[in-house]
């Protein structure tokens, strides 16, 4: 048994990595603590020899316990630990495979429905889709492909927990960076988004290259370069929209589909107050407020808007900053 130790311990550290020092550790530790279970008395210590594998235990009192009737407990208790040590060692491994893959997009097959959350199996290893991480009407059946970003990785005990999630804004990143040839060459960049799941989506874009208009290089002609992004988000609208630097321009850009016909900017304050036409009112605010606050997440402002009924001089209308065809933001739909 005592050369068996030794030749399983140089195995574990020939194939896992695992240092020969750390496993004896362990292994005399247990050992230590299964003695004092079985004689009834604390302070028992075991140590290991190095060279011959010889199991060695004295007392607190420094007075030598006979082992050689132990066998069992030894070879359990052993094994136990390097079971134990071989499972840890694995799942380091998957761990920081996957702690490299945090925020990219991952493709799984559904498993099995735990109390909502979702199953997955992603290059051999179950993830799990958590209800708060699901697209709000999106639905699954055993066995169906389902994207997503990897969220989080998390080690609990021996086990790795790898989180997914489809309602992240890194996921709409991704999708475009995968289906727009000029996003994934850095031709275009996204510069920020905002994102309620499966209800709406803003995105603002920004090419350094004054002969490329990444609205339009994102959109294609009636959808078609961003066909596959929509099919897989679903219902879930999505406003693509000129980043500009200058407020005044991607405040209005960003408050698309809405039309804005006047602002003002509290730059000191980072807020600012459109106005709209009165039959833009409540398109400019959304459902439940959900374009104005998007908007409002967008560009990093907060956002008041009023009807152009409420300036004191109508001819500041003509003054108005508008987004013209070069800064203008687009809906899918507004492409089709």
């Not at 316990?65 to 070879?75: D, F, H, Q, T």
């Not at 490329?212 to 988000?233: H, M």
């Not at 459109?274 to 407020?289: K, Y």
Request: some cysteine; charged content about 35%; overall charge negative.
């Amino acid at each position: 048994m005592d050369s068996e130790i030794l030749r399983l311990i140089d195995a574990i550290h020939r194939d896992k990595g695992i240092d020969k020092e750390v496993i004896l550790n362990d292994i005399e530790q247990a050992l230590s603590s299964a003695f004092q279970s079985q004689f009834g008395q604390d302070g028992i210590v075991v140590k290991i020899d190095r060279t011959s594998g010889q199991i060695l235990a004295h007392d607190d009192k420094g007075e030598k316990i006979e082992v050689n009737e132990l066998g069992r407990i030894i070879a359990q208790t052993a094994k136990h630990v390097i079971l134990q040590m071989i499972k840890d060692a694995e799942s380091d491994v998957v761990k920081l495979s996957f702690d490299n893959r945090v925020g990219q997009m991952v493709s799984g097959t559904v498993q099995r429905f735990d109390r909502g959350d979702i199953i997955t199996s992603v290059s051999k290893t179950e993830a799990v889709l958590p209800k708060k991480e699901q697209v709000p009407g999106e639905t699954y059946r055993m066995g169906d492909h389902v994207k997503a970003v990897i969220q989080k990785v998390k080690k609990q005990g021996s086990k790795v927990r790898i989180i997914l999630s489809r309602a992240d804004i890194n996921f709409v990143k991704r999708l475009f960076e995968l289906e727009i040839p000029e996003i994934s060459d850095k031709t275009i960049e996204i510069k920020e988004i905002s994102r309620e799941a499966g209800f709406r989506t803003k995105l603002a874009v920004y090419s350094s290259n004054p002969k490329i208009d990444p609205v339009g290089a994102c959109v294609g002609v009636r959808g078609n370069r961003i066909k596959n992004i929509v099919e897989e988000l679903s219902t879930e609208k999505i406003d693509i929209i000129k980043w500009d630097e200058k407020p005044e321009v991607f405040i209005p850009n960003a408050m698309k589909p809405a039309e804005v016909r006047a602002i003002e900017i509290d730059a000191d304050n980072r807020r600012a107050k459109i106005f709209v036409a009165p039959d833009q009112l409540s398109l400019a605010i959304g459902r439940r407020g959900q374009n104005i606050r998007l908007a409002s997440q967008l560009v990093g402002w907060e956002i008041d808007v009023a009807s152009t009924e409420e300036l004191d001089n109508p001819d500041k209308a003509e003054e108005a900053v508008k987004s013209d065809p070069e800064n203008s933001g687009k809906t899918v739909e507004e492409s089709k």
